[in-house]
């Protein structure tokens, strides 16, 4: 199973939209509202790297409110 934890910046505003939006895919283990450099810290189990790509480029970058993602894959 590959994990990464993704880092997602939104719109103001937009934040508990974006993070209920998030948990919506099943793919999406936790998503929490944070401070720092993003406003979500998210949580994405799959059964691939390639998946947890596909994932964040084609569904999750695709909400609306979302401005930027930073993904870190977690090796351990």
């Known amino acids: 199973m590959a994990k990464a934890y993704l880092k997602v910046k939104v719109e ?10 998030l948990l919506k895919f099943d793919e999406v283990k936790r998503a929490d509202l944070t401070t720092g450099d ?7 189990e799959a059964p691939s790297y390639e998946d947890i790509l596909g ?5 999750l970058r695709a909400l609306k409110g979302v401005k930027s993602t930073e993904t870190n894959l977690i090796l351990e």
């Open 55 to 59: 994932i964040v480029v084609d569904r």
């Open 12 to 21: 103001a505003g937009k934040e508990r939209s974006v993070r209920d939006a």
């Open 38 to 44: 993003q406003d979500i810290l998210v949580l994405i």
